[in-house]
């Protein structure tokens, strides 16, 4: 009835591929090294009201946020911290060199924006640290944002302070 199978080659291809299977290789195959003509790679990051656009080469470590060094910027320790989380996941600390303009928001937002940039700037850079940084969070853009005042209200959902009389 049918052609009998005596190697691999045919063995592989009577192996069906559910759409689901072939939907993550063909995802995997799609996913190339974007770099442009200095060879940095480059992503927008965005948290609140704040947006970055990051930069990223190979060198030794060195983050500068609005032409000033990371320590000066971000003075607290948290907000430096917050910023290393994508290195320190995917074990690339002092390998890439950051660049990055923030316009917007706060300083709590602004390194969320960085951190979300530098990470989608590493799977730009090095496609196969996607799952890591997805895994770990770091690619989704957190979209919450601060609730606008209703009018009648003493703040978004705050009513006046209740007087009997």
């Known amino acids: 009835m049918s052609e009998e199978t ?8 009577l192996v069906s591929t559910t759409p689901a299977e072939a939907a993550v290789v063909a995802e995997a195959a799609q996913r190339v090294q974007k770099l442009d003509a200095q060879g940095r790679a480059y ?5 609140k009201n704040a947006i970055a656009r990051v930069w990223i080469k190979p060198g030794n470590g060195k983050i ?4 000033r060094e990371q320590e000066t910027y971000f003075a607290r320790p948290v907000l430096r911290m917050l910023i290393n989380q994508p290195f320190s996941t995917t074990a690339r600390e002092g390998q890439f060199d950051v660049v990055a303009t923030v316009t917007g ?14 990470s989608k700037a590493l799977t730009n850079y090095e496609p ?7 895994k770990g969070g770091f690619l989704t853009r957190d979209s919450r944002v601060v609730e606008r005042k209703k009018f ?5 959902r705050r009513s006046f302070q209740f007087s009997k009389r």
Not at 6 to 13: F, I, P, Y
Not at 43 to 47: I, L, P, S
Not at 105 to 118: E, K, W
């Open 6 to 13: 005596k190697t691999l080659e045919d063995l592989k291809d």
């Open 43 to 47: 992503a927008t990051g965005k948290r």
């Open 64 to 67: 500068v946020v609005n032409g």
């Open 105 to 118: 928001g706060g300083l709590s937002g602004q390194a969320g924006a960085v951190r979300h940039g530098i």
């Open 128 to 134: 196969a640290l996607r799952p890591t940084l997805k």
């Open 152 to 156: 009648g209200r003493a703040k978004a």
